[in-house]
Structures are given as C-alpha cells and as structure tokens.
C-alpha cells in the first residue's frame, strides 16, 4: 500500500502538471485571439492548432525513440559494415573528409525509415486542413459584403492545389529539418572529441592513420575506434538532448502552418464570393512584430497577385509556394483584410 507521503507527492505531481497543460492550452489561446477573428473562427482554429501541436509531438517522440534503438545498434552495424570506410583519401587528407563519410554511412542507418515519417507528417497536415480549411473558406466568403456565394461551396482547383503543394513541402521541410539536427549532433559527438569524449578523439586520430598506412596488412586491421561502444554513447547523449524533439517545436510548426492555412482558406472564401478584388496585408505590430511585416502592413495588391514583403512574394501571410523564407513565415501572426472591386486602389 502506497504511503501517505507518496500519495502526496503524486498529488502534488499531478496538480502541477495540470497547471502546465492549463499554461500550454492558455497559450494557444492566446495566440489564436490575438488574431483578431470571430468567435466562430476562433473555436475553429484553436481546436484545429492544439490538436496538430499534439499530434507532431507524438510524431516527435516516436521518431526520436526511433532513432535513439538505431543508434543503441550502431556498433555492430558498423561492425559489419566497415568494409564501405574506403580508402579514398590521400594522405595529407584532412579527418574531416573522412568524418562526413562515416556520418553517411550511419546516416543511411539511422535514417532507413525516414520516408514513413514524411508520409506521416502529409497525413497529418491533410488532417489538420481538412478540419478547418472548408469551413474558414465559407465563413470569409459570407463574410464578405454583397457575396453571391451559393448555398454549397467546393473549394476551387487553385486552393485544392495549393493544400498539396504545400502538403509535400510542410512534410519534407519538417523532416529535413529533423534530419539535419541529427546530422550536426552525429557530426559534433564523433568529430570534435574535446574534454570528456576521448572516443572522439580516438576516431579522428584511428580512422586517417588506418588509411595512411604502407603496408597492407596494417590497411587491413580492423578500426577498433569505429565499433567502439563508448564512441557511440556520446552520440546517443548527443541525439537524446537534440531540441529538434522539443515541444516547443511542435508548437512553432503548428501555430506556423494554422496561420498559412487559415489565410489561404480566407483567400479562398474571398475568391468564390466573386466580390472581392484585392487584399491588404495587416500586421500585429508589435513588439515581437517582424520590421518587414510592420512595413508590409497597408499593402494593397489585387486578390490573384502576391504581396512583397521584404523583397519576397507571398500569395497571402505565412505562404511559402512562391519561394518566401523561413525568416518571412515562421511564427508570423499577420492576417488579412478584404477589398471589394469597386474599392480597390486606382
């Protein structure tokens, strides 16, 4: 039977831990408010946003854990595979070119099922649109004054390839993403091998003496450092405390995509009220208010041509299918307002 004290400390565990969920909730809240939409349009988006942040950090967990028992098996996968360390080098070559590719052959390893976790990563932004997208579209196109919008709505070809343009791209720039982190901690926990990782520098040191030998048959010795355990537990750390897996990563991906999806879903409701001529670009200004996106604020261009901002294109803010950078779009909580043709700017 569990103690008093114990009792106590659950308790106490478990309060906290609803008082992060609450601060988790509060701030997607928050965030979603501070858009400046209607209630309808608020309810919407936030159940859409917490329940995608949610599901990319499971994805998160899961592709982490993944990695981790891959890398837990390195040792005796590169015990097998020694034979692909060539000797391709010259000499006087530097440990570096010798490094990246051994990277690659743990890479190849590591990374043997990355094509699952993009396809996860399409199902999961097909999903999260298919929530809100339609319904966002049809309460911006009746929203509009004078729209001859019919009782049903489709949504048009423009929009639908749009979501899957931007479907591919979210899932291969996510993992990307994740993919790179993980390269740049193998990278640094094998090359570097400073202060408490001797394993380190025992393969920087073995790997281009290995390959610099003249005789045969010290070429021929096995690499004691490349199946070296201890090596592979400084990767193991390294990639465990990578914050690729953090949640506030989730949290950045899905408050980014919630707001490029629901502007291309305002767009989209515009275009079928078959009232509205052009769009302006609204800005938070705030402190935290991107200089370029303060600029932006004010811009009028006609609903089917993009607005430039900081010298980029953008259907609409947060749209990345005209080449814009992550610089313009991440976390960006700008909106939009409409213009109806016999307004627009002469």
């Not at 609450?22 to 309808?40: A, P, R, T, V, Y």
């Not at 949640?247 to 995509?257: C, G, H, K, Q, S």
């Not at 041509?305 to 609409?316: Q, R, S, T």
Request: with cysteine; glycine share 6%.
């Amino acid at each position: 039977m569990m103690s008093k004290e114990k009792i106590l400390v659950l308790k106490g565990i478990e309060e906290t831990l609803h008082v992060i969920l609450q601060k988790i909730d509060k701030g997607n809240e928050d965030f979603i408010l501070s858009l400046g939409l209607d209630k309808k349009q608020n309810k919407i988006l936030l159940n859409a946003l917490d329940r995608f942040e949610k599901q990319i950090q499971v994805l998160f967990i899961k592709q982490k854990k993944e990695y981790l028992a891959a890398i837990a098996n390195l040792p005796e996968y590169m015990k097998k595979n020694q034979k692909k360390v060539k000797h391709t080098v010259k000499k006087a070559a530097v440990p570096e070119i010798l490094m990246d590719h051994i990277v690659e052959i743990m890479a190849g390893f590591i990374f043997a099922n990355e094509k699952a976790y993009i396809d996860k990563l399409a199902a999961l932004y097909v999903a999260f649109t298919n929530s809100f997208f339609g319904q966002i579209a049809e309460i911006c196109a009746r929203s509009v004054e004078g729209s001859r919008l019919g009782p049903n709505m489709s949504l048009t070809k423009r929009a639908a390839d749009w979501l899957d343009q931007h479907k591919i791209q979210f899932a291969q720039e996510v993992n990307q993403t994740t993919h790179d982190a993980i390269i740049k901690s193998l990278k640094e926990s094998l090359s570097e091998g400073k202060g408490n990782n001797p394993a380190g520098n025992k393969l920087v040191s073995d790997v281009p003496n290995h390959f610099n030998q003249s005789k045969v048959k010290e070429k021929e010795k096995k690499l004691e450092a490349l199946t070296d355990p201890e090596k592979y537990n400084a990767v193991y750390q390294a990639v465990e405390q990578q914050q690729c897996f953090e949640f506030y990563r989730a949290r950045r991906i899905a408050r980014t995509e919630t707001i490029s999806a629901m502007n291309a879903a305002t767009l989209e409701g515009w275009r079928q009220s078959e009232v509205v001529g052009g769009k302006e670009w609204v800005c938070a200004c705030d402190k935290v208010s991107r200089e370029w996106h303060k600029n932006a604020d004010g811009q009028q261009v006609p609903l089917e041509e993009p607005f430039i901002v900081g010298g980029e294109k953008l259907m609409h803010p947060g749209d990345s299918s005209m080449g814009a950078s992550a610089k313009n779009v991440i976390h960006c909580r700008c909106t939009m307002k409409s213009v109806l043709k016999y307004k627009m700017r002469r």
